[in-house]
Every structure is written in C-alpha cells, then in structure tokens.
C-alpha cells in the first residue's frame, strides 16, 4: 500500500495490549507504546500464552518461564507495569467463544479507550503467511471490544466476577498489519527503547539463532524508517485502526 497514513487518535488515557505470544509486541508496537506511557498514558499487556512453544531447544515448562520474565522485562523497558497471562496453549489457540469470554473479561476489567493486538490478517502482505495464533487473537480482540459492552454476552461475568460492561472501547489498533491506515510518529528515544524492549527476548531471539541487540536494532529501526515513506518522512509504528 502507499496511501498516506493518518495520525493516530491521541484524545484517550487508557489502553490494552492483547496477543498471542511474548515478543508479539515488540515485533509491531513497542515504540509507539513507549511514546505514549512518555505523554502519560496507562497502558497494561494481556499475552493469551506464554510462548511455550516458542523456543525448539528448551521443554515448554522451561519455556514458559523464561518467556515470561523476559516479556516482564520487556514491558518495563517501554513504561508497562502491568502483564497478565492467560495459559491458552501457545501453537493451538483456538478461535471462538472461550477465547472470546477471556478477553471481554480482561476489557471490562482494564476498561481501556483503545485496544491493541497484532495482525490478524490471513497474511504479513502478499504471500507471507501469517500464524493460526496470531489470526486467531487478532480477530478475537476485535470481537471481545464489542462483546465487553454487551451485558448479555457472557453475564455471568457481571453476576459471578462483579464485572461491569464496558462499552468504552473506541479504537483497536492492529499493529504490523499490511493495510495499516494510521501511524503513531516515534522519537528517537522511544525507539531506543523498543529496541531495548525486544532485545530483552534474548532466550528467543538467540533460539532463532539471532544476535539480540543488532537483530533488534536492525528491525526497529528499518520498521519505523519504512512506515515514515508514508508519514510525511516521519519515523513512525503503523497501525490499521478500527474504530468502534
């Protein structure tokens, strides 16, 4: 696509990270995360596994451990206090009413403004295939922002858990999709520390057989240079927003 991106909306206070894996977001969001908790803005992440699956050289138990502190130290390097886990099986999500009935309940927990997932299309562009987990979260998010308002859907939510429906959900942002329409633009502090922030996968990228710190720097960089071809020369993270 070369259409000019549109700024992304900034009138909002609160936000939540919802997707699949650690490392997820530091892959697509995490310098425009990083602006934002600069402005003031509070922002919590949800992970649906905790990558488990994630590394072929270490048991998922090990895994799951390690994938869970580095994301920990990940979130802190762009200002993110609060991560929550929710135990689906990472490799096998499944798409449907359970994953559904998760994430409404963590939206009428957090009551964002904005949601923020990872891309949810069949493809990362042209022919390069996209994962079943990432389709899977993405779409579901998109689902649980309307699903969170409704009292009627999941209402033992409300009865059983004393949530309230939350109906406040104005936006979700999808970052690294490949029909992006916003940007958020990016200080050069704020890249710095996403490159920080994915560097801190170390236990993962170094299973890939990457080295963390030029891998990360190599991918931040040329991802926010990239997206700026269509932001006025601006680095930016690029998001397709929906709004509600």
């Not at 799951?64 to 990472?90: M, P, Y």
């Not at 779409?139 to 309307?146: G, K, L, T, W």
């Not at 710095?192 to 996968?201: C, N």
């Not at 990360?216 to 993270?237: H, K, N, P, W």
Request: proline share 5%; net charge negative; with cysteine.
């Amino acid at each position: 696509m070369t259409q000019k991106l549109t700024a992304m909306p900034l009138d909002w206070q609160r936000a939540l990270a919802i997707v699949a894996h650690p490392d997820d977001l530091e892959y697509g969001a995490a310098a425009a995360v990083a602006e934002w908790t600069d402005q003031g803005k509070h922002i919590s992440y949800l992970l649906v596994t905790r990558g488990e699956a994630g590394i072929d050289g270490l048991p998922p138990q090990e895994c799951a451990l390690i994938r869970e502190q580095e994301q920990l130290a990940s979130a802190a390097a762009v200002g993110v206090e609060t991560v929550e886990f929710l135990d689906h099986r990472d490799g096998v999500i499944e798409e449907g009413v359970a994953l559904r009935r998760d994430i409404a309940a963590a939206v009428r927990r957090h009551r964002p403004e904005l949601l923020i997932t990872i891309n949810h299309r069949d493809t990362w562009g042209g022919r390069f295939w996209n994962t079943p987990d990432h389709r899977a979260v993405g779409r579901s998010v998109i689902d649980a922002a309307a699903d969170a308002g409704n009292r009627w859907i999941f209402p033992e939510q409300l009865r059983d858990a004393g949530l309230e429906p939350w109906d406040g959900v104005r936006w979700v942002a999808v970052a690294a999709s490949p029909e992006a329409t916003h940007a958020q633009p990016v200080a050069d502090g704020s890249v710095e520390r996403a490159i920080r922030s994915l560097t801190e996968h170390r236990a993962y990228l170094e299973g890939l057989g990457a080295q963390p710190e030029e891998y990360a720097r190599d991918l931040i960089t040329r991802s926010a240079e990239d997206a700026a071809q269509r932001f006025d020369g601006r680095r930016c993270v690029a998001f397709e927003l929906f709004p509600r």
